[in-house]
């Protein structure tokens, strides 16, 4: 048994139960923990500081596990140093299963086996101890400052009746790597008969990686899909704000040019309602004027009533002037003989002739009045004329008012529906923000399994 494990690989013996890692700080949070030491080119390694003696290959399950140890280099021992229990292949300190407070004072009489002359114990309860016969257990001493200042070598707890195996000093050895590890090798004999368990547990896990690794491939091909479509998405949502910006911008210059129409309608409008008030008050005015005309006719009219009536009461005196006259002839025929009686008819007839001078003069100025008062019915007939052209032109413009008043209803019409629009391209690239922003969440999930994915692989 022991020339078959001669023939070991030493490499392979390592490499499955105690390549240890350099000296790792025990932090709060569990880190991947490294194999290789920060310095390589250190001369001394911090594992070395401790020695672990009298091991044995198992101990009973049952008793309370009491292991000894010496300090092979100078070391002061710390109230908060403490010895701990691993399963052998541990990656971090975090991974203890019990640990026990280092004792201050030495525990058992001095030895030559220790380099100070001092062996200390320390005594894990049994109560706390791992059941498994076949895992193969070591203890690491753990200084003040978190880094492993000693390991042990391999060994199992099994049941009662089982064999104890005492290793002698020279069957432990810890040998430094180059590359900074520590490897420690024992002769014990039945680690031969658990290579091959091991070896079982090694194609396990090899083919567990397999299926993780196929996982891990099918996850980035999602991946891969899902960045595909989030690239998609966003050239979609840049093809939506371009034309967004586009429909913006033609929204801004229809609304531009609707505004100027706009203006310049109101401008329009507002020159047609000057327009307007000016006529209104042209109106006004020529109303005013045909009223001033109308009561000028009026008393026009009175006037030439009375001198009509004077005219009347004239012609009716010179009727009974013609009367008196021609009683005054008839006189006259009758007293043609008379002498006297001529000049009384002549001064009658001057006095008809005066009469029929201040007739003439009546009826001249009479006839002058009425055309005064056809002159001033013209005026009234031109001014009806002028009034009824400025109603016309209050109608066209009331008329054209009407039409500008439904182009602005139109142009307002318009107005709210680009407004429109525009916010239902806003909404619609919104939506697609989400959608964007659901792909990069759904991106980053994806992201966060292929990492613990790829963190369980390197475990």
Not at 9 to 37: F, K, N
Not at 102 to 115: I, K, Y
Request: aromatic fraction near 4%.
């Amino acid at each position: 048994m022991m020339e078959e494990m001669d023939d070991l690989d030493v490499e392979s013996v390592s490499s499955d139960y105690s390549i240890l890692p350099e000296a790792h700080e025990m932090d709060g949070v569990a880190q991947p923990y490294l194999a290789t030491r920060p310095d390589a080119n250190s001369s001394i390694s911090s594992h070395t500081q401790v020695e672990f003696v009298n091991m044995c290959s198992s101990y009973p399950s049952s008793q309370d596990l009491v292991l000894c140890y010496t300090f092979t280099a100078e070391h002061v021992p710390s109230v908060t140093d403490r010895l701990a229990l691993y399963k052998v292949g541990f990656t971090t300190p975090q991974d203890y299963l019990v640990y026990e407070w280092a004792p201050m004072q030495p525990q058992a009489a001095p030895s030559s086996d220790a380099a100070d002359g001092r062996i200390f114990c320390v005594t894990f309860s049994k109560s706390g101890l791992p059941g498994d016969a076949n895992e193969f257990y070591q203890v690491c001493y753990l200084s003040e400052d978190r880094l492993i200042r000693g390991v042990s070598a391999p060994f199992q707890l099994v049941q009662d009746g089982s064999a104890q195996s005492s290793l002698s000093s020279g069957a432990v050895s810890s040998i430094e790597q180059p590359d900074g590890t520590v490897l420690v090798t024992t002769d014990v004999s039945c680690l031969h008969t658990n290579i091959n368990m091991l070896q079982a547990c090694v194609q396990r896990v090899q083919a567990e990686k397999v299926a993780v690794e196929e996982q891990l491939a099918a996850v980035q091909l999602q991946l891969q899909g899902k960045t595909e479509q989030l690239r998609d998405l966003q050239l979609k949502i840049q093809d939506l704000s371009v034309a967004a910006d586009k429909q913006q911008q033609a929204s801004a210059a229809a609304l531009l040019e609707a505004e100027s129409r706009l203006s310049s309608l109101q401008q329009e409008r507002n020159a047609l309602q000057e327009s307007l008030q000016a006529a209104q008050d042209e109106v006004d005015r020529l109303q005013e004027e045909i009223k001033l005309q109308v009561r000028h006719n009026d008393d026009v009219l009175k006037t030439l009533s009375q001198r009509e009536e004077n005219l009347a009461e004239k012609t009716a005196q010179l009727h009974e002037k013609q009367e008196q006259l021609a009683t005054a002839m008839n006189q006259l025929q009758a007293l043609e003989a008379k002498q006297e009686a001529n000049e009384e008819l002549r001064q009658q007839m001057e006095e008809q002739q005066e009469q029929k001078l201040l007739l003439e003069k009546t009826r001249d100025e009479l006839q002058q009045t009425k055309q005064e008062l056809e002159e001033e019915q013209s005026k009234l007939v031109s001014v009806q004329t002028s009034l009824d052209a400025c109603r016309e032109e209050l109608r066209v413009a009331t008329e054209r008012q009407k039409v500008l008043n439904a182009d602005n209803k139109v142009l307002q019409d318009s107005v709210r529906s680009h407004l429109r629009y525009s916010a239902q391209l806003k909404l619609k690239l919104r939506e697609a923000e989400g959608a964007c922003a659901g792909a990069e969440r759904v991106a980053r999930q994806l992201s966060e399994q292929f990492f613990i994915l790829y963190l369980s692989c390197r475990v």
